[in-house]
């Protein structure tokens, strides 16, 4: 059965790092992680695409790189130089469905059960 299991969430200060890990099976095709605070909208942070082409949100631009490792099937979304405003809960999303933005979470019909990231002052 095709899942999403995220990893790797947990407390820093600013300026630390987090390794988010998304153990993937029963999935192919561009993968990507998303976050959410309380009372927003799910935010696309970043993108891998079934080239290996990567996309990321303007907000994590130089700090945040999204990879995979194809043998073990885990996407992995590595965070450094973190700020307070990084604090949110992180979810990885797969099955992506043509049409429209890959910031669209509509546009994804599989999710993981997200992990949360806090980064204090």
């Known amino acids: 059965q095709p899942q999403l299991v995220e990893s790797g969430g947990g407390s820093v200060q600013a300026g630390g790092s987090l390794r988010l890990s998304c153990a993937a099976s029963?999935?192919?095709?561009?993968m990507a992680w998303f976050r959410q605070t309380p009372g927003k909208e799910r935010e696309g942070v970043a993108l891998?695409?079934?080239?290996?082409?990567?996309i990321y949100a303007d907000s994590v631009k130089g700090r945040f790189t999204i990879s995979k490792d194809n043998g073990k099937n885990t996407l992995y979304l590595q965070m450094d130089s973190l700020k307070p405003e990084d604090t949110a809960m992180y979810y990885c999303?797969?099955?992506?469905?043509?049409?429209?933005?890959?910031?669209?979470?509509?546009?994804?019909?599989?999710w993981g059960q997200g992990t949360q990231v806090i980064v204090s002052s």
């Open positions: 029963g999935v192919s095709g561009r």
């Open positions: 999303a797969a099955a992506y469905r043509a049409g429209g933005s890959w910031t669209t979470p509509a546009r994804w019909s599989m």
């Open positions: 891998l695409s079934e080239f290996n082409i990567t």
